[in-house]
Nanobody, 124 residues
Framework: QVQLAESGGGSVQDGGSLRLSCAAS????????MSWFRQAPGKEREFVAR????????YYPDSVKGRFTISTDTAKNTLYLQMNSLKPEDTAVYYC?????????????????WGQGTQVTISS
């Protein structure tokens, strides 16, 4: 059974940085796409970044492009999200998700496996 566990959230000031981690277990992820999503109070879950497990095929929405970097460490079975130049509007619960398909997606409904989420709060 796939298990995903996020860590690294916290509170930082506007312009600060955080690195989120997602420890993955329970399966070989070589054919998986991994993504980060976020959800702010009262809003829908939003796509943040995706990557193929081997490190290829990264993609970001304009809202985070140039500030966030997604990566994987296959030896540690861990997904990362480096977040720089953080803004108050980045405040949300951040989730990692896994999709067992060769084809990428940015839709939350296409991901079968989710972590429990980690809170990120940016103060102005």
């Amino acid at each position: 059974q796939v298990q995903l566990a996020e860590s690294g959230g916290g509170s930082v000031q506007d312009g600060g940085s955080l690195r989120l981690s997602c420890a993955a277990s329970g399966r070989t992820f070589s054919r998986y796409f991994m993504s980060w999503f976020r959800q702010a109070p009262g809003k829908e879950r939003e796509f943040v970044a995706r990557i193929r497990w081997n490190g290829d095929d990264t993609y970001y929405p304009d809202s985070v492009k140039g500030r966030f970097t997604i990566s994987t460490d296959t030896a540690k079975n861990t997904l990362y999200l480096q977040m720089n130049s953080l803004k108050p509007e980045d405040t949300a619960v951040y989730y990692c998700a896994a999709r067992g398909s060769y084809y990428p997606s940015i839709k939350p409904g296409d991901y079968a496996y989710w972590g429990q989420g980690t809170q990120v709060t940016i103060s102005s």
